[in-house]
């Protein structure tokens, strides 16, 4: 195992805002009570394996831009050799960061086989070599989810191919991950659709393809049950790219979906950031439309650049955006399952193996800074106590009635006809709410 990857760098530590040093964190202290309960225990901090480990820096105008010790061009190929080479260093640097979670597809963690047979073995094998590396580094497993979408045989979708082999090769797979997830103490497991949707109408039957998702997604929540997986089923919506359209467009798209299908009680949702924004909301929209629908399950922290358009995937470093963000989870009452899981890459030319601890520390600390700019915001209560008072009208006996149901269009007529109701407009006072905000963030 190479343990110069990342040099003489053995742990990242807190040092506190003033420091200069870039291998520290300023903010983000692991042990800090902040609302009574760890920094570590509120963020729940997990490293994805694909970006950090798996992408070679290549975008659709260029090739690969990283050069490292386990990738195929390195190794001879495509091996386990190299899959355990890739384990020591990633689990290496969730040690160095400190970070109690990571995150995996099984494409990202094993050798591609040829057959069906040959994946299963080999995550097999992974899966127990990363049973050993959790005993020795104390790292977790938040989530564990399946690549449905890179090989070309998933090209016209997995769940929603016209194709039942390809349907029921996939849901073969899931089973597998699954049972690795489980193995390995996870705590959620993940379904992102990458390729459940359409790149166009004219060849594609809407109401089949939804009926094989909600099959498919029944067949887990099935087999999460007979194997006793006590973490929660995750989808994570995306509006669009891979797909024109993906049917798991955003929270409200996928809350419809569960409800068709009678799943919603048995799924919630993985929000990411950069998703949020492709589909014309904001991240914090997300989140509050998925507590208020009691769905909310995890988050995929990161940003897109908001001019190219792209899922750009960039590490978080807006320190409003990510505090309203933590705002509504821990107005929730926080994670439960969940956590916040970096999906996020380094641009391609950020080659140095330091650029990866470098993006985690600043993104790191961008989220404990938020989570103590949101604690204050709840503790401090104006803005709770500004909605509750906006609302309050609807506590008097007439108003309860309409929403009850007691009184129907006739006799709420007959009330604003009867007391002359003639409402007087109030301000909304947006600008001294973000003003409010701007005293903590
Ligand atoms: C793709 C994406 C995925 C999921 C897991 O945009 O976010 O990496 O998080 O499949
Ligand atoms: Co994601």
Redesign the pocket.
């Known amino acids: 195992m190479s343990n110069s990857f990342f040099g003489n760098i053995e742990s990242i530590k807190y040092e506190g805002p003033e420091s200069r040093n870039p291998m520290a964190f300023r903010h983000y202290d692991p042990n800090a009570e902040v609302f009574g309960k760890t920094m570590e225990d509120h963020l729940r901090f997990a490293v994805?394996y694909?970006h950090s480990f798996g992408w070679p820096g290549n975008d659709p105008f260029g090739g690969q831009t990283f050069e490292r010790p386990w990738f195929a061009d390195q190794m001879h190929g495509d091996t386990m050799e190299a899959a355990k080479l890739k384990a020591d260093i990633a689990f290496q640097m969730f040690s160095i960061l400190n970070v109690p979670f990571y995150c995996f597809?099984d494409f990202d963690v094993r050798p591609e086989g040829k057959t069906f047979s040959e994946n299963t073995r080999n995550l097999e094998e992974i899966t127990e070599y990363f049973l050993k590396k959790q005993d020795e580094t104390g790292r977790k497993l938040l989530w564990g989810?399946a690549?449905l979408f890179t090989h070309r045989r998933y090209m016209s979708g997995a769940a929603t191919n016209p194709d039942p082999e390809v349907f029921a090769f996939a849901a073969a797979t899931v089973k597998t991950c699954m049972d690795s997830t489980h193995k390995l103490g996870g705590q959620n497991y993940?379904l992102?659709g990458?390729r459940e949707g359409y790149e166009t109408l004219l060849n594609t039957d809407l109401s089949r393809e939804d009926k094989q998702m909600g099959r498919f997604l029944n067949l887990v929540v099935d087999y999460k049950h007979k194997i006793g997986f006590g973490g929660s089923i995750l989808i994570?919506p995306?509006p669009q790219?891979p797909t024109k359209h993906q049917y798991d467009y955003d929270v409200a798209s996928v809350y419809g979906f569960l409800k068709r299908h009678g799943l919603e009680n048995e799924v919630k949702v993985?929000i990411?950031q950069?998703?949020a924004i492709l589909a014309g909301h904001s991240f914090e929209h997300e989140i509050a439309l998925a507590n208020s629908l009691g769905i909310f399950g995890s988050i995929?922290m990161n940003r897109n650049d908001y001019q190219s358009g792209w899922?750009t995937?960039q590490f978080p470093n807006n320190a409003q955006e990510v505090a309203l963000s933590y705002f509504h989870i821990l107005s929730n009452g926080g994670f439960q399952s969940g956590g916040t899981?970096f999906?996020a890459k380094l641009r391609r030319q950020s080659l140095d193996p330091e650029d990866l601890l470098l993006a985690h520390i600043g993104a790191m600390d961008i989220c404990a800074r938020a989570l103590r700019a949101a604690a204050s915001m709840i503790e401090d209560g104006e803005l709770a106590g500004f909605i509750e008072a906006r609302y309050s009208g609807w506590n008097d006996p007439i108003s309860r009635s309409i929403l009850s149901g007691d009184m129907g269009l006739s006799e709420i007529y007959e009330n604003v006809k009867n007391q002359d109701i003639n409402p007087k407009p109030k301000s909304g006072k947006q600008e001294y709410l973000e003003n409010v905000v701007n005293r903590f963030v």
């Open positions: 994805c694909w597809h989810t690549n993940v992102w990458g994570e995306k790219e993985n990411e950069g998703h995929d899922d995937d899981n999906d």
